[in-house]
């Protein structure tokens, strides 16, 4: 199967579009397909616990249903560590949640590297 990088944007302050991208990334792991997701900007504002347990899209689902399949099924999740820092969002955030904080060096290696990307 291919590999897909999910480059999100938009944060809690548009749950409809927040929501759909990590559905999506949820329906490319469900058909078999490796998923990348990379937080950044006001995306990263979507890890924390309440955040993400309580945000839901107008005909998108919930975050915190879409998030759990992504990673149970194999995804990857990328958080951008400068949009983290602007943002306050510290290690008591990211507890339990598997990720990896990176840079845009990490970003451009996965859009070279991957066979297709989405931006939200």
């Given at each position: ?8 944007t ?8 927040a ?9 490319a792991?469900?058909?078999g397909h ?17 955040t ?6 107008l005909?998108?689902g919930a ?5 759990d ?21 510290s290690?008591?955030?990211l ?5 990896e904080?990176?840079?845009p ?11 297709h990307?989405?931006?939200?």
């Amino acid at each position: 199967m291919s590999s897909l990088l999910v480059h999100v944007t938009c944060g809690p302050e548009n749950p409809t579009k927040a929501a759909l991208a990590f559905f999506v990334a949820a329906a490319a792991v469900e058909a078999g397909h490796q998923v990348h997701v990379f937080l950044a900007g006001d995306a990263v504002q979507l890890i924390r616990e309440p955040t993400r347990t309580g945000l839901v899209g107008l005909g998108t689902g919930a975050l915190q249903e879409h998030f759990d399949k992504v990673f149970a099924g194999g995804g990857r999740l990328y958080l951008s560590a400068g949009s983290c820092a602007a943002r306050g969002i510290s290690d008591a955030d990211l507890q339990g949640v598997p990720h990896e904080k990176a840079g845009p060096p990490m970003l451009v290696r996965l859009v070279m590297e991957c066979d297709h990307s989405i931006v939200y």
